[in-house]
């Protein structure tokens, strides 16, 4: 069965870090582009950081260069999300996905494996 599973997320306080992972089982993940997008609650899904498959190529939103940073480990079939100086504004339910990394964008499609997501709480 084809799976993304996200873990890592919690409760933590501005200025703290976590470290989301995004696992896979059925599939491996070397090859395709790796999106990470988080969404708050009345707000638009957006994409945060995006590896590209040769993992030469990183995206990032601007709210979070500097602070976050993606990563792959092809042993464990695993993409991270390292967050750094987290912020209240960055709370938010993450997903990751397989996608495409564009210059200024992340970009999914309907053949696209997406994971169920973990919630990140910054408490101010």
């Known amino acids: 069965q084809v799976q993304l599973v996200e873990s890592g997320g919690g409760l933590v306080q501005a200025g703290g870090s976590l470290r989301l992972s995004c696992a896979a089982s059925g599939f491996t993940l070397n090859g395709y582009a790796i999106g990470w997008f988080r969404q708050a609650p009345g707000k638009e899904r957006e994409g945060v950081a995006c590896?590209?498959?040769?993992?030469?190529?990183?995206y990032y939103v601007d709210s979070v260069k500097g602070r976050f940073a993606i990563s792959r480990d092809k042993a464990k079939n695993t993409v991270y999300l390292q967050m750094n100086a987290l912020k209240p504004e960055d709370t938010a339910v993450y997903s990751c996905?397989?996608?495409?990394?564009?210059?200024?964008?992340?970009?999914?499609?309907?053949?696209?494996?997406w994971g169920q997501g973990t919630q990140v709480t910054v408490s101010s």
């Open positions: 996905a397989t996608a495409a990394c564009l210059t200024n964008n992340i970009v999914t499609g309907k053949n696209d494996y």
């Open positions: 590896i590209s498959p040769s993992d030469r190529q990183r």
